[in-house]
């Protein structure tokens, strides 16, 4: 029904940045929220940012100023723009769909991606 497949992690320097990308396919008819979340190894999955159909945005707090996530509606895509990137933002990061609604008009109440690696180095 609906794929997620994302990209642009890997490994940067301290104070370097990358930019995230998550792109969903599908009968996708509309996407409510699209969030990023990451998780460090030995911790939770915590929110790094979230941006809703209309644009509206929440950052984690050791984020904010640093990141900022955007979408493209039109391409059913999320990206998050990270910079300055310190060694504690080394994690997997998740993309995230929140009440997926397909053409056929089934509802899909979250979707989560298969995470892809940020490592940063000192």
């Known amino acids: 029904q609906v794929q997620l497949v994302e990209s642009g992690g890997g490994l940067v320097q301290a104070g370097g940045s990358l930019r995230l990308s998550c792109a969903a396919s599908?009968?996708?008819?509309?996407?409510?929220?699209m969030g990023w979340y990451r998780q460090a190894p030995g911790k939770e999955r915590v929110l790094v940012a979230r941006?809703?159909?209309?644009?509206?945005?929440v950052y984690g707090d050791s984020v904010k100023g640093r990141f900022t996530i955007s979408r493209d509606n039109a391409k059913n895509t999320v990206y998050l723009q990270m910079n300055s990137l310190k060694p504690e933002d080394t994690a997997v990061y998740y993309c995230?769909?929140?009440?997926?609604?397909?053409?056929?008009?089934?509802?899909?109440?979250?979707?989560w991606g298969q995470g892809t690696l940020v490592t940063v180095s000192l």
């Open positions: 995230r769909l929140e009440n997926v609604e397909t053409v056929s008009r089934y509802r899909i109440l979250e979707i």
């Open positions: 599908g009968s996708i008819f509309s996407i409510n929220a």
């Open positions: 941006i809703t159909s209309r644009g509206s945005t």
